[in-house]
């Protein structure tokens, strides 16, 4: 039963063509049959009307059968085939089936024009047929009603077929809407995919650059003082041990918010927390280990604050000082201001160095430098904040200034 469905389904028109020539076989028999009467006016009364009867028959078999295929012009054959047995007098007969199929298919399908113009024929053609044959034994009543009962099939086979081209309109526009919706989520899930990408991207750069920054400083002390002075050597190694586990440690905390599921809750213990402004004062001892004069003071009453603000102003500070390490030159003294306001926080990281390239800060690097700017800029604009990164005017050296609102972040 499955395969007949799915084959009337591919193949309407093969559908079609055989109810046409049911219908075909039906008017051939009542020609016949009208022929075979003697003596009944009503029936081919001559040689010229048994002529016009078959092509209109045929007219009309060639409707059904293409009206899916050429459903406008269909109808218009089937006007002009009405209009020659009007003309030729060929009374009703089985190929005028072919009117209601045609009405029917116009309303479902056809043209805005053609399903206006199939609705008038279907309501003026039953009185029209009625008019031309009369039938001679009815009165004016049942010539009424006659009328009446032949427009009825006629406007519900409209009717029924104008109602499925709106369901069918109807399940398009739930298609169309389905499909939208699907490439809105394949695009907002790339959204999120590119921006949790840039989230990782900006934290593998914190970890990294800071942490191996200091780890190559200390390498290069240790190695210069490692036959003068093994006990600075020594203390360098161990600053380097412990910021290489630090370095593990948050590379584990963030290797496991890109696992999916996996693991037990005691491998998620390992992973340490984010930092925050607390964890400030251990980067600075961390920093001046390295060699750098860090001037670190707080304004204001320190209070609990958001979350994505905590790291924020961290990343802000780490960055800033691996920036002074890495560009500001022998001898770089640098300051790290924390200032609590009523509404906002404030950082101000500077140096007296040389300051970096202004290709470092303007273009984001040419050369694939910069990213820590980038980063910092993209980190403080997710919390709503402000950041101003720059030489210092008239006194050299570099300042990265940020605002980070404390209303409306979590």
């Given at each position: 039963m499955n395969r007949l469905y799915d084959f009337?389904?591919?193949?309407?028109?093969?559908?079609?063509g055989l109810w046409a020539g049911l219908l075909l076989v039906l008017s051939c028999v009542w020609i016949v049959a009208s022929l075979a009467q003697p003596g009944v006016?009503?029936?081919?009364k001559d040689r010229k009307e048994q002529v016009a009867a078959v092509p209109i028959v045929l007219a009309l078999s060639l409707v059904v059968a293409l009206r899916r295929r050429a459903t406008d012009q269909m109808l218009l054959l089937a006007t002009g085939a009405g209009l020659a047995q009007l003309v030729a007098d060929v009374e009703p007969n089985p190929g005028n089936f072919a009117f209601l199929v045609i009405v029917f298919t116009v309303a479902s399908k056809g043209a805005g024009w053609a399903s206006r113009f199939a609705l008038?024929?279907?309501?003026?053609?039953?009185?029209?047929?009625?008019?031309?044959?009369?039938?001679?034994?009815q009165g004016t009543m049942s010539a009424v009603l006659n009328c009446v009962f032949l427009t009825i099939p006629f406007l519900l086979a409209w009717v029924l077929g104008d109602s499925m081209r709106t369901r069918r309109a109807y399940y398009q526009q739930l298609e169309e809407r389905a499909t939208r919706l699907e490439k809105e989520r394949e695009a907002q899930s790339k959204v999120a995919v590119a921006a949790e990408r840039a989230r990782i991207a900006r934290e593998l750069h914190d970890v990294v650059a800071h942490n191996v920054s200091v780890m190559v400083v200390q390498a290069d002390g240790a190695a210069y003082v490692l036959d003068t002075a093994p006990d600075r050597a020594r203390q360098a190694l161990e600053t380097i041990s412990g910021t290489g586990r630090q370095a593990l440690a948050e590379m584990r905390r963030l290797l496991g918010v890109l696992r999916t599921g996996e693991g037990t809750a005691r491998d998620h213990d390992e992973y340490v927390p984010q930092p925050g402004v607390e964890q400030?004062?251990?980067?600075?001892?961390?920093?001046?280990?390295?060699?750098?004069?860090?001037?670190f003071r707080v304004e204001g009453t320190p209070r609990p604050l958001p979350s994505s603000v905590e790291l924020t102003a961290y990343r802000v500070v780490q960055e800033a000082l691996t920036n002074t390490r890495k560009h500001g030159g022998p001898e770089v003294g640098a300051t790290v201001l924390l200032s609590y306001g009523a509404d906002d926080l404030t950082l101000?990281?500077?140096?007296?160095?040389?300051?970096?390239?202004?290709?470092?800060?303007?273009?984001?690097?040419?050369?694939?430098?910069?990213?820590?700017?980038?980063?910092?800029?993209?980190?403080?604009?997710?919390?709503?904040g402000s950041l101003e990164a720059g030489p210092r005017a008239g006194a050299g050296g570099f300042r990265i200034t940020a605002v980070l609102p404390l209303k409306g972040a979590s």
């Open positions: 009337i389904r591919r193949h309407p028109t093969w559908v079609d006016d009503q029936m081919l008038v024929g279907a309501a003026v053609a039953p009185a029209i047929s009625t008019l031309r044959w009369p039938e001679t034994s400030l004062a251990e980067l600075v001892e961390q920093v001046r280990a390295t060699g750098l004069t860090v001037d101000l990281a500077e140096d007296d160095g040389r300051g970096a390239q202004a290709v470092l800060y303007d273009d984001g690097g040419a050369d694939g430098l910069g990213h820590g700017l980038i980063g910092m800029r993209e980190r403080v604009g997710m919390v709503g």
